[in-house]
């Protein structure tokens, strides 16, 4: 049975490294970019991704927010999940199916969730 594939995009590169291991541990393919541009750009390329991980703030023309409506209009049976250490969202600002997760998250926490979405 192949892997499900998870892009993490998030611009602190340790934290990035960080998540991708711990869902690779947790039994999942991984795929990682560092701003909206190169998760466009890989979404476009891998028709395997299920869900994707993304921090709100990207260094770059589009953040995370923009970037969760972007895949839900061109992706939309990929599942999205949004974090941000700085910023708290309303309901309204994020696509109705994502899931938000305010740092700091435990990395049990967000295995579980991509989890359940993608069941």
């Given at each position: 049975?192949?892997?499900?594939?998870?892009?993490?995009i998030?611009d602190?590169?340790?934290?990035?490294?960080?998540?991708?291991?711990?869902?690779?541990?947790?039994?999942?393919?991984?795929?990682e970019?560092?701003?909206?541009?190169?998760?466009?750009?890989?979404?476009?390329?891998?028709?395997?991704?299920?869900?994707?991980?993304?921090?709100?703030?990207l260094?770059?023309?589009?953040?995370?927010?923009?970037?969760?409506?972007?895949?839900q209009d061109?992706?939309?049976?990929?599942?999205?999940?949004?974090?941000?250490?700085?910023?708290?969202?309303e309901?309204?600002?994020?696509?109705?199916?994502?899931?938000?997760?305010?740092?700091?998250?435990?990395?049990?926490?967000?295995?579980?969730a991509i989890?359940?979405?993608?069941?």
């Amino acid at each position: 049975m192949p892997q499900t594939s998870i892009l993490v995009i998030e611009d602190e590169p340790l934290i990035r490294m960080a998540v991708a291991d711990d869902l690779r541990d947790a039994g999942f393919h991984t795929l990682e970019a560092a701003n909206a541009e190169d998760a466009l750009e890989i979404l476009a390329a891998e028709a395997s991704i299920a869900a994707i991980f993304t921090d709100i703030d990207l260094h770059g023309k589009v953040d995370g927010l923009k970037l969760a409506w972007t895949v839900q209009d061109r992706w939309p049976a990929v599942k999205i999940i949004i974090t941000s250490g700085k910023r708290r969202i309303e309901r309204t600002e994020a696509p109705d199916s994502s899931l938000f997760f305010p740092k700091p998250y435990t990395h049990q926490a967000v295995i579980e969730a991509i989890r359940r979405v993608i069941s």
